[in-house]
């Protein structure tokens, strides 16, 4: 008989949590609204942060950052954002040149220019020998072989912001598509 109480309880607790937990639930794409995007924020600029990317704390120096999934059989990548203030943090050709001297052997960059939403957007990328610089004096924090970098400086209207997607080649070739959807979602605010 108490074994019956028990188990009529339990019933009566998951028939009272079932209306919570369905509120807790992704809506459906039955007609009900998707959960809102996340969004970043720099610069004068907005933008979607991918949903596979998990948003990690900022810093005196980075307005945000994301770690980005490992790719299979590789570590994870980190896309880091940076906004200093307008008319700070260089030239986009200066910072372009800087992100290519974080490999080692003085390997040149690749980059274009594009139009998002308007604005100019400096892409750039590189491949090699990482130094993974940091720290205060930007000094290296060990070798990484095998690394690339997916860079965009888009020159937002309170100054440029300017995106750093890093990690094993395989990591940021499968992130490659995040990151560009991020860069064209950039808006003015």
């Known amino acids: 008989m108490l074994s019956s109480r028990l188990a009529a309880m339990a019933a009566a607790a998951l028939l009272l949590s079932a209306p919570h937990a369905l509120a807790q639930a992704p ?12 969004a970043g924020s720099a610069g004068g600029v907005s933008w979607a942060i991918p949903a ?13 950052t994301y770690a980005v999934p490992a790719a299979k059989g590789a570590d994870a990548g980190e896309c880091a954002v940076f906004f200093f203030g307008p008319g700070q943090g260089g030239t986009v050709d200066a910072n372009v040149e800087r992100w290519a001297k974080q490999f080692e052997g003085g390997t040149k960059a690749e980059s274009r220019v594009t139009q998002v939403a308007g604005m100019r957007v400096t892409r750039a990328q590189v491949a090699g020998t990482y130094l993974a610089p940091g720290g205060p004096m930007m000094q290296s924090q060990g070798k990484r072989t095998g690394y690339r970098l997916l860079g965009a400086i888009v020159e937002a209207p309170e100054g440029n912001v300017f995106f750093k997607l890093t990690g094993p080649a395989a990591t940021v070739a499968a992130a490659e598509a995040d990151f560009d959807a991020l860069v064209a979602s950039v808006r003015k605010k």
């Open 52 to 64: 596979r990317w998990a948003e990690g704390a900022g810093s005196a120096m980075r307005v945000a």
């Open 27 to 38: 809506a459906a794409s039955h007609g009900k609204p998707a959960p809102a995007a996340r």
